[in-house]
């Protein structure tokens, strides 16, 4: 709408409080929009645009991990060498199991096979020798702790622990778990991903990455 000349500019007197509460709920609005779009169209550019947009801060403390058919959200985290995180990795697929591993160089040679495979996607899991705490265990399929130091929070049969393949968290539908961790001295980009039904969620989308920055 054009202005007229003579129109004096509106300033409404607003408490510092009040507009900080408001541009607070603006930037909410906009994260709000992303995540409905990503959930309509899972689309990759579209968080690239929206990572571009929104940058990466650096997380601490607790952090959601959303598991969907088939992507995460959030799908790119920056973490900071030395921070305290806490990842609470929950399922949302009502249908579906889905897992959270982490390395570099994944196999893309399992891509093509069909039947059983070796669990072992990555050529290097981040958790090797990552002190790990597990918690709050609801409706976990298995849990793989492969070379990390876990401390299991609460009896460890509730975390089915199995062996062979990477660290892996896997979820039932619905289900949820607490991994609180220190972040290793592994700056650089680290990838995540599921490779349930044979890699299938993985080249569907399911993954992310991880930028860790020195301390
Ligand atoms: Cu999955």
């Not at 541009?23 to 709000?32: K, P, T």
């Not at 969907?68 to 697929?93: A, L």
């Not at 039932?172 to 778990?177: E, L, Q, T, V």
């Not at 220190?182 to 990838?191: A, E, L, Q, S």
Request: proline share 8%; hydrophobic share 40%; charged share 15%.
């Amino acid at each position: 709408m054009n202005k007229l000349p003579n129109e004096p500019p509106v300033e409404p007197e607003i408490p510092e409080e009040q507009q900080w509460s408001r541009r607070q709920f603006l930037v909410g609005s906009a994260a709000l929009g992303v995540a409905g779009a990503v959930t309509l169209f899972g689309r990759q550019a579209l968080v690239d645009a929206a990572r571009g947009l929104f940058g990466s801060p650096v997380s601490s403390g607790t952090v959601h991990l959303y598991a969907y058919d088939y992507y995460y959200i959030p799908n790119y985290m920056t973490w900071r060498v030395g921070d305290q995180m806490d990842i609470i990795f929950q399922n949302q697929s009502h249908t579906h199991w889905h897992e959270w591993t982490m390395g570099r160089h994944v196999n893309e040679a399992y891509f093509q096979a069909f039947g059983n495979l070796p669990a072992d996607a990555w050529a290097e899991d981040f958790w090797d020798g990552v002190p790990v705490t597990l918690s709050d265990p609801y409706n976990i399929d298995n849990f793989v702790p492969n070379k990390a130091i876990v401390t299991y929070d609460g009896p460890k049969a509730l975390f089915n622990i199995q062996t062979g393949g990477d660290f892996s968290p896997t979820l039932k539908p619905g289900g949820s778990i607490h991994i609180s961790f220190t972040v290793p001295n592994k700056p650089g980009i680290w990838d995540y991903g599921c490779f349930v039904q044979q890699y299938i969620h993985y080249r569907t989308g399911m993954r992310g990455k991880v930028m860790i920055l020195p301390a």
